[in-house]
């Protein structure tokens, strides 16, 4: 399919669709920021802030604490995700400080992004359970390596893949959230809902464009979804390294699955929840292209749905490696 989107009627559309949008961010000083959730480190009660954090953090699992510095690491490549957003030539932030919709949103949505790996960092740090060299590097790695989500340029595959990515980070913070309250971390436990929190109204933003795509340009919209979903989806977090060589990534996605942080029927139940809050099932008179793809889309969710307990079980005897993010609990 044509690489690059020059169609002026449905740019101006997606314009127009980032203008409504801009009501699901919030102004800076009217939200949350990391130095609400951890503490200031200031005047006499410094001490009862980490305090606070370590006791709470003391009784987490190790592999608890590893998904959470696996989310920190994703979290904090943010610099290769805003460049993404605006690798597209025809509808992108051109100088950085436009005032186009899309480019408001843009750049306020990495605002928003930026506190997520902020708050995590400080929490990890704070817990005194982390090796936080380890995270560093690997953050670095991360960013170094780059991220590719094999889009190409094409935007409605850029907006199909974020839709998808901010319900699939949603669900893992949530997760990881409900998790910690399970521990008695209930500090972590907030963090994390504030970021789902977040994800949620990101989700619904990109949801809210492609929706446009949709009506604007239905044939081509949905062959992109199929070329984007049934490639599977890239994780953003794929190149993380700890520049041993070691696949990590890998590690850390068995990890989050036999958690329950994020798995694969969560995968499966996102892919039907999009082709829901899109309506695709509804629609009629696409191209022969088109509704070869729509089709394999429900079946490819339907295949995951079907296999994700054998999934599960299977990942549940691969050995994974310990992650040098993570100190043992303490004595």
Not at 231 to 246: Q, Y
Not at 300 to 318: C, H, M, P
Request: net charge negative.
């Amino acid at each position: 399919m044509t690489a690059c989107l020059t169609d002026p009627n449905i740019l101006e559309a997606l314009q127009r669709a980032s203008a409504d949008q801009l009501h699901l961010l919030k102004a800076p000083a009217e939200t949350w920021q990391p130095a609400d959730l951890t503490g200031e480190l200031t005047g006499g009660s410094w001490q009862d802030a980490v305090l606070e954090i370590r006791r709470e953090a003391e009784p987490l699992p190790a592999d608890a604490l590893a998904c959470l510095a696996g989310s920190l690491i994703t979290e904090e490549a943010l610099p290769s995700y805003q460049a993404w957003l605006n690798r597209h030539l025809e509808f992108r932030d051109e100088t950085g400080t436009d005032t186009t919709p899309w480019a408001q949103w843009t750049r306020a949505w990495s605002a928003e992004e930026n506190r997520h790996g902020d708050v995590l960092n400080r929490y990890l740090y704070l817990s005194g359970r982390a090796d936080m060299r380890a995270v560093e590097l690997t953050i670095h790695h991360l960013i170094r390596n780059g991220f590719n989500l094999g889009s190409g340029s094409h935007v409605y595959k850029s907006i199909v893949y974020a839709s998808f990515q901010e319900r699939a980070t949603r669900i893992s913070h949530r997760n990881m959230g409900l998790l910690a309250h399970e521990h008695g971390a209930k500090k972590l436990g907030r963090i994390c809902a504030l970021i789902a929190g977040d994800e949620a109204r990101h989700e619904q933003a990109y949801q809210n464009l492609f929706k446009v795509c949709l009506s604007a340009d239905p044939d081509q919209a949905v062959t992109a979804m199929g070329e984007m979903l049934l490639s599977k989806i890239v994780m953003p977090a794929r190149l993380m390294s700890d520049g041993t060589g070691r696949d990590l990534f890998s590690d850390y996605s068995i990890l989050a699955q036999r958690l329950g942080i994020y798995t694969t029927r969560d995968y499966a139940e996102t892919l039907l929840f999009l082709a829901e809050t899109w309506g695709l099932a509804k629609l009629r008179g696409l191209s022969a292209e088109a509704s070869a793809a729509l089709e394999k889309i429900f079946k490819t969710a339907e295949k995951y749905q079907r296999k994700s307990a054998q999934i599960a079980e299977a990942l549940g005897s691969v050995e994974v490696q310990a992650f040098s993010w993570i100190r043992p609990t303490p004595p």
